[in-house]
């Protein structure tokens, strides 16, 4: 039961994410509730738990970001989800909201560097720009609470 | 770290990971791979799309009701020009196939427009592309010119699929438009801005150009066909360390609320 339920709630984030969140873009930035749904799984569950959501959430980042070029979300959210949960466990335990942003801050920056770099390196014409990559990261710190609550609240 | 790093759950990453970008080397898999899906989900994501449309909408509305008077006084003298600018063109057209027939020139040259929806859009804002429902099957070819319903300039085409095409938008840094500007007839190339906006570059120091003054496709670049509306100048830089003027445009499309398109055959 629970797994129909886990489906059908990454169906629901899945089509939020591609119908509606491309038309609140600010300078072409606009928050990926995938990345933030899977960190805060990094925060509060087992690793070993969250395993199809990296997998198939990525692979459905990648296919939708129509770039021709599978697997980079896949690994870019892996690696953003061992900084989570290495933070969350290590250096900021206690689940303040100061901490909890720290974490998702981090984690969110890495994200978006590991994203550019495996798209610089596949080739695939990848467009940095700072303004677009700085709104990126606080637009979705913006998000990161209340997603994080929701998700706590599901589990 | 250490369960994070949990042997099972690493290998498990690793393996799919690795699969998955060896399935890029297979050619045409991630096409069909993506034309799968998009045909599967598509349906679903037009109807979120629409509803997320009517509530963003919604919105809108109720934050703009203070401008809807003054919006509407304006409207309603723009209505009274445009309709006095359409019986001037009515008249030209009138004119226009007059002379057409005396001089024999058939009308089997003008565009022929299908229209797509879009069924997608690039989701983690990499760069901007859309995704329209017409493909191969339906005769889109790459590099045709995709206008909106208002005919202003939307983008090219530039991947195609059996039942699906990508778009390139002319925000896509990317992109590069030949342009002319509807008066003063100063010719340049229209590109990316930073902010996310559009300018047009190589425009002479000498040349005058004025605020709201509409830029159209020149043709130039034998991509986009001439005459199609790209956007009207919201700034004009003239900074004297600069070589050229830099000239803002306002896009003609509000990309954001884009739902259809219509791709020049």
New interface residues.
């Given amino acids: 039961m629970k797994i129909i339920f886990t489906i059908i709630f990454i169906f629901i984030l899945l ?11 600010i ?4 928050p ?1 509730l995938i990345l933030l749904s899977i960190l805060s799984l990094c925060i509060l569950k ?3 738990q969250i ?1 199809g959501w ?2 198939f959430g990525g ?13 980079i ?3 870019s959210l ?1 690696l953003a989800g ?1 900084i989570a ?2 933070l969350s ?2 250096l900021f335990k206690k689940s303040t909201k100061s901490s909890l942003l720290t974490v998702f801050l981090i984690s969110i920056f890495f994200y978006n560097v590991f ?1 550019a770099f495996l ?1 610089k390196i596949a080739g695939t ?3 940095f ?4 990559f700085i709104t ?1 990261i606080f637009y979705n710190l913006a998000l990161s609470l209340p997603v994080f609550g929701l998700i706590k609240k599901l589990c | ?1 250490a ?4 042997r ?2 690493f290998s ?2 690793i393996i ?2 690795v699969v ?2 060896l ?2 080397i297979v050619p045409g898999f ?2 069909k ?2 034309n799968f ?2 045909k599967v ?1 598509s349906p ?6 629409r ?3 009517k509530t ?1 909408g919604f919105f809108e509305i109720i934050i703009n009701i203070k401008n809807l008077n003054r919006e509407n006084i304006e409207l309603r003298q723009q209505n009274k020009e445009l309709e006095g600018g359409i019986v001037k063109l009515k008249e030209l057209e009138r004119e226009n196939e007059e002379l057409k027939q005396a001089l024999k020139i058939s009308s089997e040259n003008q565009n022929i427009l299908e229209k797509a929806l879009i069924v ?10 859309i ?1 329209i429902n017409r493909g191969k099957k339906h005769g889109i070819e790459k590099d045709l010119a995709v206008v909106s319903k208002e005919m202003a300039l939307v983008g090219r085409v530039v ?1 195609v699929m059996d039942s699906f095409s ?1 778009v390139m938008l002319i ?4 992109c590069v438009v030949a342009a002319i500007a509807e008066k003063s007839r100063a010719q340049g190339l229209v590109k990316k801005e ?3 906006g559009l300018f047009m570059d190589f425009i002479p120091r000498t040349e005058r150009l004025e605020t709201g003054e509409r830029i159209i496709t020149s043709g130039m670049d034998k991509i986009y066909p001439k005459a199609i509306l790209i956007g009207k100048i919201e700034k004009i830089d003239l900074s004297q360390n600069q070589l050229f003027q830099k000239i803002t445009i306002i896009p003609a499309v509000d990309f ?2 884009l739902e259809s398109v219509f791709i020049i055959k």
Wanted: charged share 20%; proline share 2%.
């Fill in positions: 089509f939020f994410q591609v119908g509606i969140l491309p038309n609140l873009a300078f072409n930035a606009f990926n087992e690793p070993r395993i990296i997998i692979l459905f980042l990648d296919i939708y970001s129509l770039s021709d070029f599978l697997g979300s896949i690994i892996f061992s949960y290495f466990q290590n994203l798209f014409g990848f467009y720009g700072f303004l677009n990126n | 770290m369960k994070f790093l949990d099972k759950y498990a990453i799919v990971a998955v970008l399935l890029n991630s096409k791979l993506g899906v998009f989900f679903i994501r037009i109807f979120v799309a509803i997320g449309d963003i997608g859009k690039d989701v983690q804002g990499i760069q901007d592309w995704l991947e990508k925000t896509n840094k990317d930073e902010k996310g954001g609320k």
